[in-house]
């Protein structure tokens, strides 16, 4: 399973560095997230980026001071994210292994976790262990941020819209494995997939995983909340600049409302090590 993923985010090269800048869309995704970190990033802290990618959310944690160590199963998404992060001025440690086992991280190493993409989605019976990992090099008192593919996201993303025709989609659910992801979350093989399979969570699925690793005080988010699957209608909204501000108005006042973290694409949620 680890090689199958770190095979795919190989071949996906700069793509992934590419998918939170390239369209408004994406730039959206990419605030939420920020809003959701960013209180908690100051000068001096002890920073682990677990399952980095490119680097995208290191940077910026990097700009505010944070002292970073950046870890990917993937060789080259680790590579790419220490060409940015040296092509902005900044250094960090750079360690290619699993999240399921970061044997070589001390624990109560890190002040801030930061579990960003969809790592956890990947690693179906290996997410308990994951996150006891996650948990584990994480100082007592610090907080873990994650985002993941949320389950009910998804499906409203595929329900506003998708590449192929709707009817095609909706009206063959045992062709994409629609009827396993509504009941169990979990992604079936299907023809044309471009990802490896997936598991996609609820909020509360998560909430209760982490409260079993030893976190409290969690509290969720949604990226994005209101624009789910509205790609098309983000992208004619940005090329106003009134009309951008007031989308970006909206979501950063609406996002981590609760009960709203299920109807993102992807679920966000932290929470501080007991």
């Given at each position: 399973?680890?090689?199958?993923?770190?095979?795919?985010?190989?071949?996906?090269?700069?793509?992934?560095?590419?998918?939170?800048?390239?369209?408004?869309?994406?730039?959206?995704?990419?605030?939420?997230?920020?809003?959701?970190?960013?209180?908690?990033?100051?000068?001096?802290?002890?920073?682990?980026?677990?399952?980095?990618?490119?680097?995208?959310?290191?940077?910026?944690?990097?700009?505010?001071?944070?002292?970073?160590?950046?870890?990917?199963?993937?060789?080259?998404?680790?590579?790419?994210?220490?060409?940015?992060?040296?092509?902005?001025?900044?250094?960090?440690?750079?360690?290619?292994?699993?999240?399921?086992?970061?044997?070589?991280?001390?624990?109560?190493?890190?002040?801030?976790?930061?579990?960003?993409?969809?790592?956890?989605?990947?690693?179906?019976?290996?997410?308990?262990?994951?996150?006891?990992?996650?948990?584990?090099?994480?100082?007592?008192?610090?907080?873990?941020?994650?985002?993941?593919?949320?389950?009910?996201?998804v499906l409203r993303a595929c329900a506003a819209e998708l590449k192929i025709p709707m009817v095609e989609f909706w009206g063959d659910p045992r062709r994409w494995g629609i009827q396993s992801v509504v009941s169990t979350g979990d992604e079936t093989e299907y023809p044309g997939a471009v990802h490896p399979q997936r598991h996609y969570f609820t909020s509360g699925e998560l909430e209760h995983l982490m409260e079993q690793a030893g976190l409290s005080d969690i509290k969720t988010g949604a990226a994005p909340s209101v624009f789910t699957g509205q790609r098309k209608n983000t992208e004619e909204i940005s090329s106003d600049e009134e009309a951008w501000k007031t989308l970006l108005y909206t979501e950063n006042k609406m996002f981590t409302e609760p009960g709203l973290a299920d109807s993102g694409e992807f679920i966000l949620i932290k929470g501080v090590k007991r």
């Open positions: 399973m680890h090689e199958s993923i770190a095979s795919f985010y190989d071949g996906y090269g700069e793509r992934e560095w590419e998918r939170l800048e390239k369209t408004a869309y994406g730039r959206l995704i990419y605030n939420c997230h920020m809003w959701f970190l960013e209180p908690h990033l100051n000068e001096g802290l002890r920073v682990l980026d677990a399952g980095c990618g490119s680097g995208r959310f290191s940077i910026p944690a990097a700009k505010k001071g944070c002292r970073m160590t950046l870890l990917d199963i993937s060789k080259v998404q680790l590579n790419i994210a220490e060409n940015k992060l040296h092509a902005n001025g900044y250094d960090g440690r750079f360690i290619r292994a699993s999240v399921t086992d970061m044997a070589m991280l001390d624990s109560g190493s890190f002040d801030i976790v930061i579990c960003y993409g969809a790592v956890l989605n990947y690693l179906h019976g290996g997410t308990t262990r994951a996150l006891t990992e996650l948990t584990r090099v994480l100082k007592h008192g610090g907080t873990l941020v994650i985002s993941v593919c949320g389950r009910a996201g």
